[in-house]
């Protein structure tokens, strides 16, 4: 049975990869942004039900995750399914901080609103404080993903942007804890970022040991 159901597969991913490679940067660019407006757009004309802001921050912070995960199935999916998404990890990775950056000034500019209460939350909400840590952490990937910081650091670059790891990790727990009582939906999300770094584990040993 896998004498035929494999090679079926494998044309059917280097199908894919064929259509991958035809489509532009700038196109996921704006497919991936274009949530981002809508959500804005249902929350000013009713859209978002009875708590417009919340569910805004919620949407703009699950968008930041999915995208985030997204990122870190590249390598898996290429290492083990043959699909190659390498030349649209930068465009990911930026757009997850996109969604971040939105979902924080949402949360700051709206539902918030005074740097009294903004500094109370980081200091005394767990959820807000591994939440703004993981801002704090993705910062510096964001402005050094470019060609100019790849080629200016050299095999540092690399090193600094292993710590999108801590930045899933981190996104992760932000969402378990920001949930109220336990919920299957946070824990799923925590699990797949799990299985995701964990599906790195092999190849890494294996390269140790040579």
């Given at each position: 049975?896998?004498?035929?159901?494999?090679?079926?597969?494998?044309?059917?991913?280097?199908?894919?990869?064929?259509?991958?490679?035809?489509?532009?940067?700038?196109?996921?660019?704006?497919?991936?942004?274009?949530?981002?407006?809508?959500?804005?757009?249902?929350?000013?004309?009713?859209?978002?039900?009875?708590?417009?802001?919340?569910?805004?921050?919620?949407?703009?912070?699950?968008?930041?995750?999915?995208?985030?995960?997204?990122?870190?199935?590249?390598?898996?999916?290429?290492?083990?399914?043959?699909?190659?998404?390498?030349?649209?990890?930068?465009?990911?990775?930026?757009?997850?901080?996109?969604?971040?950056?939105?979902?924080?000034?949402?949360?700051?500019?709206?539902?918030?609103?005074?740097?009294?209460g903004i500094w109370a939350g980081i200091v005394k909400r767990p959820f807000i404080t591994?939440g703004m840590l993981a801002c704090v952490v993705m910062l510096p990937l964001a402005l050094?993903?470019?060609?100019?910081?790849?080629?200016?650091?050299?095999?540092?670059?690399?090193?600094?942007?292993?710590?999108?790891?801590?930045?899933?990790?981190?996104g992760g727990a932000h969402f378990i804890l920001l949930a109220k009582g336990f919920q299957?939906?946070?824990?799923?999300?925590?699990?797949?970022?799990?299985?995701?770094?964990?599906?790195?584990?092999?190849?890494?040993?294996?390269?140790?040991?040579?």
């Amino acid at each position: 049975m896998k004498a035929w159901i494999w090679p079926s597969i494998t044309k059917v991913v280097d199908a894919l990869n064929r259509h991958l490679r035809r489509i532009s940067i700038w196109a996921v660019y704006l497919i991936g942004a274009l949530p981002a407006p809508i959500l804005l757009y249902m929350g000013a004309t009713g859209g978002l039900g009875f708590e417009p802001i919340k569910e805004l921050e919620q949407e703009l912070g699950l968008l930041a995750l999915q995208f985030l995960i997204l990122g870190l199935a590249i390598t898996p999916a290429r290492r083990y399914l043959g699909l190659n998404l390498i030349r649209f990890r930068r465009s990911i990775g930026l757009l997850s901080f996109f969604y971040v950056v939105v979902h924080l000034l949402t949360w700051l500019m709206l539902d918030i609103g005074d740097l009294g209460g903004i500094w109370a939350g980081i200091v005394k909400r767990p959820f807000i404080t591994i939440g703004m840590l993981a801002c704090v952490v993705m910062l510096p990937l964001a402005l050094t993903s470019n060609n100019w910081s790849v080629r200016r650091l050299g095999p540092r670059w690399r090193s600094l942007h292993k710590a999108v790891y801590a930045i899933a990790l981190l996104g992760g727990a932000h969402f378990i804890l920001l949930a109220k009582g336990f919920q299957v939906e946070p824990l799923l999300y925590m699990a797949l970022i799990c299985g995701l770094l964990a599906l790195r584990l092999p190849k890494r040993r294996q390269l140790s040991s040579t």
